[in-house]
């Protein structure tokens, strides 16, 4: 603990932003989940017919579009990552983000596959289910990109 | 086995998957005999084509593009010659798929409105197939996309996998939230918009890795 404590105080200021970086990006799906299964409800009373107002759909729509945020900032597109991309960017972070967007790739593919095949049967289950699929997918990716992370960090301290 | 006998055995794999595939396309004749004399429905027969179809169309390409390992070098520095075969597969792959993609999501759709279940998920499930076999390629787990590990450009190979993946994520994920968008309008819309947005994903992912392989070996040969 007080090694830990040691190495932390010692860490070198590109450190420091690229572990609030990922605390970010891990901090990001939990944020996202309370609007996709708000989005996910309102279709589902939309579709039924049980609240034919617009702002069921324009709330579905903005979940929708707030899922891409994930990818966004795990790509360092958004505006605070393009800023300190200097200190971010670096060959251990391109190769995890590469291994986080094929998991999730792939995640999305499957889960897309599935929802096709379960909207054949029941569409309305498909649409309502389609963007729960889609937040797996992104928290697929940002997650996995902050388990690489910790993971590097951990080994780094057990080599220190 | 060694190089040269793995090399001396290719004709001969390369000679099955052709037969094989020669049989499928001869057996894609006996569901049309059967439903000419009333034996198999439109639905089942259509099926049962199209799945002949797809085995001798899937190994006669594998037959066509199948390389022996290891990769031999074609005396050009750096060009294998699996990348090549390996493009014109993905972009063989890109281009049968919009057509399978097109013409089996009709075809599944139609089959579940006439209570063919059976006929629809077997549609539904060779839309599948051949919305995965383009991305198992590029990601090197179809047999001819495992060459592509021993070629001597590995790190190239990698990096430009993870270019075009991160690509195809985007289109996919685009793609799959405006299919959400679409089917608020129409429930019954996602089955036929969900497959294309699968389908241009993984497109996209392909095509964008073969366009990266052309561009590097353009520049090689800039170079030299």
């Given at each position: 603990?007080?090694?830990?404590?040691?190495?932390?105080?010692?860490?070198?200021?590109?450190?420091?932003?690229?572990?609030?970086?990922?605390?970010?990006?891990?901090?990001?799906?939990?944020?996202?989940?309370?609007?996709?299964?708000?989005?996910?409800m309102r279709a589902d009373e939309w579709l039924s017919g049980e609240d034919p107002g617009l702002s069921g759909v324009i709330l579905a729509g903005a979940a929708?579009?707030?899922?891409?945020?994930?990818?966004l900032m795990l790509m360092g597109w958004d505006g605070g990552s393009r800023k300190q991309k200097r200190l971010l960017e670096d060959e251990l972070t391109r190769a995890y983000r590469a291994s986080a967007i094929t998991c999730a790739f792939w995640m999305l593919l499957v889960g897309a596959m599935g929802v096709y095949l379960v909207g054949l049967w029941k569409p309305h289950v498909a649409v309502v289910a389609l963007p729960m699929v889609l937040w797996v997918a992104a928290a697929t990716a940002a997650l996995r990109f902050a388990q690489l992370h910790r993971r590097a960090e951990r080994e780094m301290e057990a080599y220190d | 086995m060694t190089d040269s006998k793995k090399r001396r055995s290719a004709p001969r794999i390369r000679l099955g998957l052709a037969l094989v595939a020669v049989m499928s396309f001869i057996c894609a004749g006996l569901p049309v005999w059967m439903w000419h004399d009333g034996l198999l429905d439109t639905v089942?027969?259509?099926?049962?084509?199209?799945?002949?179809?797809?085995v001798g169309f899937t190994l006669g390409g594998s037959a066509l593009t199948y390389t022996p390992e290891p990769i031999p070098d074609t005396?050009?520095?750096?060009?294998?010659?699996?990348?090549?075969?390996?493009?014109?597969?993905?972009?063989?792959?890109?281009?049968?798929?919009?057509?399978?993609?097109?013409?089996g999501t009709m075809q599944a759709v139609s089959a579940f409105g006439d209570?063919?279940?059976?006929?629809?998920?077997?549609?539904?499930?060779?839309?599948?197939?051949?919305?995965?076999?383009?991305?198992?390629?590029?990601?090197?787990?179809?047999?001819?996309?495992?060459?592509?590990?021993?070629?001597?450009?590995?790190?190239?190979?990698?990096?430009?996998?993870?270019?075009?993946?991160?690509?195809?994520?985007?289109?996919?994920?685009?793609?799959?939230?405006?299919?959400?968008?679409?089917s608020f309008s129409a429930p019954a819309m996602l089955t036929y918009v969900l497959p294309f947005?699968?389908?241009?994903?993984?497109?996209?992912?392909?095509?964008?890795?073969?366009?990266?392989?052309?561009?590097?070996?353009?520049?090689?040969?800039?170079?030299?």
């Open positions: 603990m007080g090694g830990n404590t040691r190495q932390r105080a010692g860490e070198s200021y590109r450190d420091r932003v690229q572990r609030d970086w990922v605390r970010r990006i891990t901090v990001l799906p939990g944020a996202t989940l309370g609007i996709t299964l708000i989005a996910m929708a579009i707030n899922l891409l945020l994930i990818p | 089942e027969m259509s099926t049962s084509l199209i799945m002949c179809l797809v005396g050009r520095i750096g060009k294998p010659v699996v990348e090549p075969n390996l493009s014109w597969q993905l972009v063989s792959n890109v281009v049968a798929g919009l057509l399978w993609t097109a013409w209570e063919h279940h059976f006929a629809g998920y077997a549609y539904a499930s060779l839309v599948l197939l051949w919305l995965y076999v383009s991305p198992a390629t590029l990601m090197g787990w179809a047999p001819q996309g495992k060459q592509l590990r021993d070629d001597p450009d590995r790190e190239l190979n990698h990096a430009f996998r993870a270019r075009a993946t991160a690509s195809g994520f985007w289109v996919l994920l685009a793609g799959g939230a405006a299919a959400f968008l679409i947005a699968l389908w241009l994903g993984g497109s996209v992912a392909c095509v964008h890795f073969v366009w990266l392989h052309r561009q590097a070996d353009k520049g090689l040969g800039d170079d030299g």
